[in-house]
């Protein structure tokens, strides 16, 4: 992929981290889990938990997004662009904050691939979460379906790549 390509790539893939750190920020910054226990229609022990691990999946999905922006955003500032380690923070990117969404550590949603590229959500919750929790799932979704889109060719394109540039295991 020509180096252009990369450049504009990356700063794609930046706004839209942006984005989604702003939004998960915000959210948790203002929202704690007792806020969340009155928001929900049931106040149990098993609802906690589940708010306790959703969250704990935010926070993670927090950290590798605003990794993956400081990365990318020293890939752009350099005087010179470096194509292969634009490369490999935009693999990155993929394998960590994207994967991080689609596949959250204590599994509280989960992408059901036949509502993918319809008008309907495809996020589907393990339990009903509060409102509030639920809009800004669903918001960072449209961002990171998006985000996914833009990056799988590419992402196709460098691991083929990657695989070619290994020397090839001979048996003996």
Same mark, same amino acid.
């Given at each position: 992929?020509?180096?252009?390509?990369?450049?504009?790539?990356?700063?794609?893939?930046?706004?839209?981290?942006?984005?989604?750190?702003?939004?998960?920020?915000?959210?948790?910054?203002?929202?704690?889990?007792?806020?969340?226990?009155?928001?929900?229609?049931?106040?149990?022990?098993?609802?906690?938990?589940?708010?306790?691990?959703?969250?704990?999946?935010?926070?993670?999905?927090?950290?590798?997004?605003?990794?993956?922006?400081?990365?990318?955003?020293?890939?752009?500032?350099?005087?010179?662009?470096?194509?292969?380690?634009?490369?490999?923070?935009?693999?990155?990117?993929?394998?960590?904050?994207?994967?991080?969404?689609?596949?959250?550590?204590? +599994?509280?949603?989960?992408?059901?691939?036949? =509502?993918?590229? /319809?008008?309907?959500?495809?996020?589907?919750?393990? @339990? #009903? %979460?509060?409102?509030?929790?639920?809009?800004?799932?669903?918001?960072?979704?449209?961002?990171? +379906?998006?985000?996914?889109?833009?990056?799988? =060719?590419?992402? /196709?394109?460098?691991?083929?790549?990657?695989?070619? @540039? #290994? %020397?090839?295991?001979?048996?003996?």
């Amino acid at each position: 992929m020509p180096a252009e390509q990369i450049k504009d790539l990356c700063k794609l893939t930046r706004d839209r981290l942006k984005v989604v750190n702003e939004r998960l920020e915000g959210f948790l910054n203002g929202y704690h889990i007792p806020k969340l226990l009155e928001e929900s229609d049931v106040r149990d022990e098993e609802t906690e938990t589940y708010l306790k691990e959703y969250v704990s999946d935010l926070r993670h999905l927090l950290v590798a997004c605003e990794i993956g922006y400081e990365k990318l955003s020293l890939v752009l500032r350099r005087a010179k662009f470096n194509s292969a380690f634009a490369e490999k923070v935009l693999h990155e990117v993929v394998h960590v904050c994207i994967y991080n969404f689609y596949y959250p550590r204590n +599994e509280v949603y989960e992408e059901d691939g036949r =509502y993918c590229y /319809t008008a309907q959500d495809a996020i589907r919750f393990r @339990q #009903q %979460p509060p409102e509030s929790l639920r809009k800004l799932t669903l918001s960072l979704s449209k961002v990171f +379906e998006e985000l996914r889109d833009e990056l799988e =060719y590419y992402e /196709t394109d460098y691991e083929t790549r990657m695989r070619m @540039q #290994q %020397p090839s295991l001979v048996m003996r």
